[in-house]
């Protein structure tokens, strides 16, 4: 029997729930029994081969490359799980949700104390940036929200087993605080 199918993906973010998903140790040895990778950037996988059961994303989308991204996420994930600050909220990038994005340009490419004869990038080739930071439910319909800042190896691999066993994941608070 083939088994369950897992992508991840990144979006705005900094890697860290990536970080904590490897966080699991040597549970990972039982995660490669358990499901397939497909889509990731963990075995640096690019394109989706087949509907994947479960997709893992963390970070939100800041431009049209993000929500290109997500949609695709959505359209390839049979289970969308939004993993971390980022994906929920928009986390520490949405921090720019607060200045108006030609500000924030003018901040990092013009005005900024380093810069000398600065230039806002403008090449074709660039992603565009959105007008705020926008966190994944309000681009496409997230099944399950993982918090956390990251979320712990031991919250994301309890989600993940859930799933896997068909359950619906619930988190004791021992996998939910933060201090
Ligand atoms: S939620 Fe935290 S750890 Fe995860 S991508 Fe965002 S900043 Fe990084």
Redesign the pocket.
């Known amino acids: 029997m083939s088994k369950p199918t897992i992508a991840t993906g990144h979006f705005t ?5 990536h970080m ?1 998903l490897l966080d699991i140790d040597e549970r990972i040895l039982q995660l490669t029994e358990l499901v397939e990778f497909d889509k990731s950037p963990i075995n640096d996988k690019k394109r989706f081969d087949r509907m994947v059961d479960i997709g893992l994303i ?2 939100g989308c800041s431009n049209d490359e993000n929500v290109e991204f997500l949609q695709m996420f959505r359209d390839n994930c049979k289970t969308l799980v939004a993993v ?4 929920l909220t928009g ?2 990038p949405a921090m720019r949700n607060t200045v108006p994005l030609r500000e924030c340009l003018e901040e990092a490419f013009l005005s900024g104390p380093s810069v000398v004869d600065g230039i806002i990038p403008n090449d074709p080739d660039l992603p565009v940036l959105l007008d705020r930071v926008y966190p994944a439910h309000e681009v496409v319909k997230i099944d399950y929200f993982l918090p ?3 979320p712990s190896a031991d919250a994301i691999w309890a989600a993940v087993v859930a799933l896997l066993e068909g359950r619906e994941p619930t988190l004791d608070y021992e996998l939910l605080k933060y201090d």
């Open positions: 973010g900094c890697f860290g729930c904590s963390e970070g971390g600050a980022c994906a986390g520490v956390g800042c990251p």
